[in-house]
């Protein structure tokens, strides 16, 4: 454990509600200059409260912060960044009509003749910070609603690392990041300058190789700070959980493959080519792949979100040609989405709302959907996913995201539909939730449903998928089944043996 | 409060934190009411007459078309729209209604009047269509449609509306059952209809959750260009009934008479604490919203000073309300009261 | 590097900026601008003399400038319904204290812009800190505002000094219309604040707020600045219009509620905040008004005005949708 | 909206935009300028909105009068409609000038901002003769009843009718309009003279009958113990709210709705205390400035601009009529009420201007079946000047509030 110090940031008996709800109880962290420190906990433990705090988006009720050794309590984005302390967000903050330049140095721009904004100075003085940050690969007068996901979390990071000075907050910087070495390297290279990290991730793995020392978070409160060379992911995971989980990795029991339910030929849109397959009733199939390799295209393509261009889909038999996600549905195809916040949750509304509305025809009586029903319908859902029913009456947009999509995935499963199209489902989400979530996905399957499960963590897919169908350039590059599923091998394949095995790959 | 370090207390796997229960809609349908009673209880003070059981008979009657027309636009409100051809509907409806059915009207003429509803419904369809597969703005594509059915019914009138209200139009809004007026019984009847559909409905959740995000709704199945066009068809036949109420209340069309409704409707749903950009509200706040507002007219109008200052005190008190009636102010009376 | 980024889709290169000014409201709205104004003179010969153009600009000057100032709000996506109520009360005011002479026109331009910059610093203050809606909040000073029209001036009248009723509405060197050059001025100014934070920062949370927020961008103040300065245009505009009926009318502002609104959405900005830009709306009032002309000259009159009015609203929305998407299917 | 899907809408846009700015374009180009006939003189009739009886009748007769020989083979008359919007009418009479109107036949929506255009128009020769309404700039006719004392009048009336004391409700037209402030300045001078009258609220009605039973109706609730009411149009509204509320009905004066002149002979509402006298705005006037202008324009007629005052129609409770046929026959003032709507203004007519109109002309514009155009008197009434009103800058004379068609009963 950490003693007192005066270098680095101290957060000390940090408590904050929203109104009568209480987001963090009592929260005390010793950051160390020059170390990663991680952060760990399930989800709505209150990392993001704390992330907020730090970041000066929110002001904590009690409670004191010191940053070596001087009283820190920002009350602005601005007043963190003039004390040196940075945060790239989870739910990346980056405005899409910006251009990457103008993101990375809001507010204040680059300015030329008469005080006026010189597009080509700021383009020229993010240029030089991409430069520092090694991510020349992005043009610094894009725009960034024309990046991809991957992209933007990167200049997300490196817009936080250009203002962390003194401390960097890091929550959840792999979600849309497959390869991590750039990161990770980044990360070195600052701790090197002496800056203090707070590295949040739910991946334990990637939390070990980069973090000596974690502060586990449960309900609000700082459980513990533990050294994790002396930890094992099992006391680990009792501290975030409050109890010993239940026995890992166990690859799913299979159970004998039905008749096919979902035939793909020669699917092809046009950012997919001639893909073909088939999914029995009761069968898993998992898809990886890097990213941008048309998995998005496949899923939406089977969802009615796409246009097709050539290629048959049967469901059952019957040939399936969704003009929409509601047509989909309807010939018994459900999709759970890639980007929750915009694409899934409503978020607004109650997360009953949001898990019976696909079904709300089915739950009426005689029409009338009252809320009770609504309710009923709802918390019966939610227990297949494990979302704590409390949440139900909850407006989902106030939910942790792992409860989110929990919420969304039995929204998914309740509407009925035989086939399911998972795309990305434990994205951003902690161990517990990950684990309630491949539970859910299990007994689908075993009830004789059958999955098509696009994941970025191959594990995953290990764990869960019968076969793999690993997409490159738009194809289906190689179909991976047995004992060729497993990790060395799908790294292998996904990087259509041409180059190093990949860092997390490599890194498990 | 329990040190950062393993407590046994803890090791149970639940979340103490407390939330709050209490939904801010419902406070805000109490508060719209309660200060709405509250002012016809104060106007005492302007005049002895007021505060009496009489005035709250003229609200009723004076907000009915108001609160009719407003449902029409808090639907469309709900999936983040705006229906600015609420006025042109309410005259076009009212003049079918008199040169359509008219005073003589028999049995067969009453029939054209779910006919009127009928062409009401179907402009709402042409707007709700030009916002949906054309993509046109509502705020454009409303206001196109009521430019074009304004001068539509001009030119149908040639600008002299004829006849008068058919006799069952004049039976509701001045007849009475009981003692009680017709027109309180055909308000609570409507009012319990509308929030029913709106709130408990396959239907009305499908408006919520398009409102809420339309993209998000469309990926999880929703038949978002259904449902929204089905929310002007509603909102244009609402404003039909109001208009065919206006008709049986003043015996009579005139071609300007749903011109004061426009604006109202919209300050009643929100003022009833929906959002603007839709997704949320509910439709007994809106009608909190438009009684507070007819309220409001009343005792203004019964002040004795000139209409500059009462249209400044007017737009004062809408404001105080609106102030009164935000989730801060909620959140801070709560805090005065522990629990 | 590894592999993985090289088999990426190459980062979005700058995007080709020639295509997406094409496609931006502000020119197509020109374009429809252009082709109605042909079909005008083609039907009225008069319409190419500098009288008449003049007097068409005079006639636009005070809703564009208008519709440039909503614009303000709408882009940090917000409503602002007070710039019917300023324009009446500055209109009012014009009227009740004329000054006269070069001076006495600057004096009553600065009051007419401090009248409406203290209007959208109460509405900025009830929406950014207040956290009132904007349409609600609005609503609310917009009657304030009528009421003070009424309470300063009860009937049509008062006086405007000459200077600003003959002079603004004049033609510099026989074809240059001095309101055009008062709406130049707006768009210089305009211009001049989208390059500057500021500028960057109302698009920015109009965009997405709480990106904006975590970008740094101080939102309520933003919010609030946008609506002091779309106040203080409304200003301009209630002068400009002064300067066109010369008199003073309570309720001279009512009409401009809905065609501002018009205007902006004629010139590609979108309402729901964000998007577009204050000349494509002043195109979009230019257009309004050119509008009329037109219906008048094809002798469209009586009661179907309304209908072709409708009519051309919607289909000049879906043109540029359309042209919109062609251009960016030909980019594609 | 129309973003939850992508990429679909398009190409149905792009074909139906083409399809349609076609179909605009096309209609547009065949309902171009039609060839105008060169030697008819060329008249426009710009009209505020026509959205009430009043204004679609003023414009119905001056259409009629148009289509009446032998004025069907001299005149092109054209009809535009701009709004209440001043800028909208600068515009449209900008257009009309542009155009080679020769007369303008208008209901103007501003007294004064008009000025401008209508003296730019007076420079090029164009005739502006204004109906009602009125406009300052001296180059123009203004053609109206606004200053032969409505409001003093009517207000004498009620005064009498309540014997000199009790409470009263204004019931005014559009806020900061200047005809209501004419009309209401009229009356408070007769109100003032009398210490008993107590107006007890003064609310606006935007001179249309629903609005006016909304507003009654709501100072009734404060005041149900109301006397008499003195209305401006939409006095039909106030009769209905007082029905609204019970039995008693009281003295009202107001203008010339049909349905309130129908009240006022209703030996039931007479009974339940209704009396009054209906005055103010009438119709005809359009028609008869519609007909000194094509005198003017005829050269039958030399009349420089100025401002004529239309005689104020005055219908007491017992004089009211019902006619049997088209027109104002035999002394009759009033319809049956199937024959025409409540809210139809009555006083379109005029047996000695304007003998040519029928109700069809009124109600369609078109003219009366073997109708000719007969010459007006050759006299035309002076109009006092009324300062902001018919003149700027001017003095109104001292007797402008002079109350002319009812006794002065001194106050007690």
Partial sequence: MQSSNLSGLSIEGIAKSYGATVALERVSIHLAAGQVHALLGENGAGKSTLVKILSGVVRPDTGQMLLDGQTYMPGTILDARARGVATAFQELSLPSNLTVAECLLMPTLRKGRGGLVSARRTVAAAAEILARYDLRSVAPSALISDLSLAERQRVEIVRAFHHADRVLVLDEPTAALSDVTWLFDQIRRATARGIAILYISHRLAEVRSLCPVATVLRNGRSVATVDLRQADDDEIFELMVGHSKASESVRRSRVTVGAPVLEVRGLTTPKLADVSFTIGAGEILGVSALDGQGQRSLFYALAGLEKRLAGEVLVEGRPSRPGKPGDALRDGIGLLPEERKTEGILANLSSASNIVLPILDRIGRRGFVWPALERAAALESARAVELSPRYVSFRIGDLSGGNQQKALLARTMASGARTLLLFDPTRGVDVGTKEAIYAAIQAFADRGGSVLMYSSELPEIVRLADRCLVLYGGRVFTELAGPELEERTMVAALTGYTSAPLARGAAR | MTPATLDPALSASKDERRVTRVRPELVTVLSTFALSALLIVASRFVSPALGSWGQAATVVSLSSFLIVAAFGQGLVILVGGLDLSVASLITLSAVLCTTWVGPEAGAAGILLIPAILVVCALIGAVSGLGITVLGIPPFIMTMATGIIVAAGALGYTSGTPRGSAPAPLLALMKGEVAGIPLLLIFTAAFVIAAAVLQQATGFGRRLYAVGASARAAFVAGVPVTRTVVAAYMLSATASGVAGLMLVGYSDGATLRMGDSYLLPTIAAVVVGGSSILGGSGSFVATVGGAVLLTTLGTVIAALGIGQGWRTVIEGSIILIALLLLRENTFARIRSWFPR | MTTQVASLPPSAASPDRLVRLVASGAVIVTILYLILYGLYALWEPSALTAYTFGSLVNNTAPLAIAAAGETLVILARGFDLSVAGVISLTNVVMASYPVDGPGGALLSLMLCMAVGGIVGAVNGYLVAVLRLQTIAATLGTMIICQGLSLVILDAPGGVVSDFVADTLTDTLFGFVPVSGLIVAAVVGAWLMLRRTDLGVALYTIGTDEAAAALSGVRVARTRFLAFVAAGMVYGIAGFMLTAQTVTGNPNSGSPFLMLTFAAVALGGTSLSGGRGGLVGSIMGAALLMLLQKVLFSGGVSSFYTGIFQGAVLVLAIVFSRALTHLLERSRA | ?412
């Fill in chain 4, 1 to 412: 909206m129309g973003t939850w899907k992508t990429g679909r809408a398009g190409a149905l846009t792009t074909t139906l935009t083409t399809a349609l700015m076609a179909a605009l374009v096309g209609t547009a180009a065949l309902g171009g300028p039609a060839a105008a006939d060169e030697k008819k003189i060329k008249v426009y009739l710009s009209l505020s909105y026509s959205g009430n009886a009043w204004q679609s009748e003023a414009a119905n007769v001056v259409k009629a009068l148009a289509a009446t020989p032998p004025y069907d083979k001299l005149v092109e008359l054209k009809e535009v409609i701009s709004g209440t919007d001043p800028q909208a009418q600068i515009s449209a009479y900008e257009s009309m000038i542009d155009a080679g109107a020769q007369g303008i036949i208008s209901f103007p929506v501003s007294a004064t901002a008009l000025n401008r255009v209508v003296k730019r128009g007076c420079s090029k020769g164009v005739k502006f003769f204004m109906y009602d309404a009125t406009v300052t700039e001296p180059c123009a006719y203004n053609v109206s009843y606004v200053t032969a004392g409505f409001g003093e009048n009517s207000a004498q009336a009620l005064v009498n009718a309540l014997g000199g004391k009790g409470k009263i409700f204004l019931s005014r037209g559009v806020p900061g309009n200047s005809v209501d402030k004419r009309h209401t300045d009229g009356a408070m001078s007769v109100f003032k003279k009398y210490p008993g009258i107590q107006v007890v609220s003064e609310y606006y009605s935007f001179w249309d009958d629903r609005t006016t039973q909304q507003e009654t109706g709501k100072a009734l609730a404060a005041h149900p113990d109301v006397d008499g009411i003195w209305a401006q149009a939409g006095e039909y509204g106030a009769i209905q709210a007082l029905k609204d509320k019970g039995s008693k009905l009281v003295p009202v004066t107001g203008e010339n709705s049909n349905g309130f002149r129908l009240a006022l002979m209703d030996p039931a509402a007479k009974q339940a205390g209704l009396t009054g006298v209906s005055a103010g705005s009438p119709p005809a006037t359009a028609g008869y400035a519609f007909k000194l202008m094509m005198e003017v324009l005829t050269a039958k007629r030399k009349l420089e601009p100025q401002n004529i005052e239309y005689p104020l129609p005055w219908v007491p409770a017992d004089q009211v009529k019902v006619c049997k046929g088209q027109k104002f026959e035999d002394g009759c003032n009033a319809f049956p009420p199937n024959v025409v709507p409540n809210s139809f203004v009555t006083e379109v007519f005029n047996p000695e201007l304007l003998p040519e109109l029928s109700l069809q002309s009124a109600l369609e514009g078109k003219p009366t079946p073997g109708a000719t155009i007969q010459p007006l008197p050759a006299e035309v009434k002076r109009a006092p000047d009324s300062p902001g009103i018919n003149c700027q800058p001017c003095k109104a004379p001292a007797d402008e509030y002079k109350v002319t068609k009812v006794e002065v009963k001194p106050a007690r």
